[in-house]
């Protein structure tokens, strides 16, 4: 029996697939943050229109059933661009660091088959290129898309796009030690006898017992006060979108929200994700003008590596970017991949 797709266009779809969706991720092989449905919403909510840079985008999000059995979604929006309609993942490109189809493991190139099909019904919005991004590199749509679209005479080029430094979290912080380099393991240790010793010195996660929004007011403080670059990145559709995403993320037990405080001032701050026992390093903000010369961005992040160790996380995720303290830190690179499908002249164009 065929496999039957659907198209959802009205955004109303990532509530109302909502449960079905978190199950279904979690019996995939792709199963991250970013591609929950809370995650999805407020994307789409707030950045949709911002990151497609022109016309605002057509939601084609796909869902693959066998029978009543949710099998797989294929979660896509139509752009327009010079060069013609495109497809590109919900999410893409800029603030989603691992971005996949959401199948059934085992079950890839029978669903990707289907949507290929849903793809160039008539009834399907117009595209002439997939440029999908932030591909992981474990992810089976890496084999199974290319060969799929090759054998319908579609051209497609696979591309490492950016790396995500990656510590592997051994059982214990001296071991952890022990895997850096002699001159940053020396520098670390240095860091932390120092703030160790500093009197008025505290880091800690945001919990229940605290108020979400003032702390991420505060954190967003944080952000803007880091760099140039950053304050001019949390525009107001931005600001929406982090608080959305940390309401959501709290409510469903896997933000990390900390912060690194000298008497009573916030020095620096993490907005993680631990999920599937890892923790990703989302976002941060530092006040480099009240940093007693600790190095406070590197100090909390040491406290947060022997945290996750002693809660026996798998992984330390700084997620995409080649900035030099993650390799200091112990970060090893894994690539993140784009894949681009070229459909050629779409009938009727």
Known sequence: MPLNVEMHSHPSAFDTLADEWT?????????VPFLT????????????DVETRRTPPSLCLMTVRDGAEL??????CQADRPEGPILQWVGCVEVSDYLDAVVAAGREAEVWAAALNGLTDPATPEWKRMDLCNVPADSPTLQVLPALARQRGWTVETEVQEVCPVIPLPSTWEEYLTSLDGKDRHELRRKLRRAEA??????YIVGPQHDLEAEMEDFLTLMARSTRAKAEFLTPPMRAFFRELARAAFAEGWLQLAFLE??????AAYLNFVYRNRVLVYNSGLDWRADPGLGAGIVLSAFLIRHAIAEGREAYDFLRGSEDYKYRLGGKDVPVYRIGVDRGRVPGG
């Open 23 to 31: 199950a279904l991720l979690r019996r995939s092989a792709t199963d």
């Open 37 to 48: 449905p809370s995650y999805q919403r407020a994307w789409w909510r707030h950045l949709a």
């Open 71 to 76: 099998v797989g979604i294929v979660p896509l």
């Open 198 to 203: 500093l009197e008025g010195l505290r880091w």
């Open 262 to 267: 000298w008497d009573g001032r916030k020095l």
